[in-house]
């Protein structure tokens, strides 16, 4: 079993910044590709963005594009993001998922794809 658990989010201004980490612990925390997804209420979960095993490739949605950074450290079983210049709209849980994957070179993005979620941190932006 393996385990991931997000933390920093909060409530921030708009045009702030925030940083949200993932620690995975529990089987090979490094074979997995980690993504990034959100809910916003009323709404069904949506991909944010994902990064590969091999830490290679990423990929963002278009809603965040430029203004949102995924990283991982696998010496340390950490994902992050990097939110910066926020919008109202960013307002939600987010939540890391974490994708078994021994090839590294595949990203996901797709929230069926992904074998286990985290509990969620809330961000919220301020206008």
């Known amino acids: 079993q393996m385990q991931v658990v997000e933390s920093g989010g909060g409530l921030v201004q708009a045009g702030g910044s925030l940083r949200l980490s993932c620690a995975a612990s529990?089987?090979?925390?490094?074979?997995?590709?980690m993504g990034w997804f959100r809910q916003a209420p009323g709404k069904e979960r949506e991909f944010v963005a994902a990064?590969?095993?091999?830490?290679?490739?990423?990929y963002y949605a278009d809603s965040v594009k430029g203004r949102f950074t995924i990283s991982r450290d696998n010496a340390k079983n950490t994902v992050y993001l990097q939110m910066n210049s926020l919008k109202p709209e960013d307002t939600a849980v987010y939540y890391c998922?974490?994708?078994?994957?021994?090839?590294?070179?595949?990203?996901?993005?797709?929230?069926?794809?992904?074998?286990?979620w985290g509990q969620g941190t809330q961000v919220t932006v301020s206008s």
């Open positions: 998922a974490a994708k078994s994957d021994y090839s590294g070179y595949y990203y996901y993005t797709g929230t069926h794809e992904y074998d286990y």
């Open positions: 990064v590969n095993r091999n830490i290679r490739s990423s």
């Open positions: 529990g089987r090979t925390s490094s074979n997995y590709a």
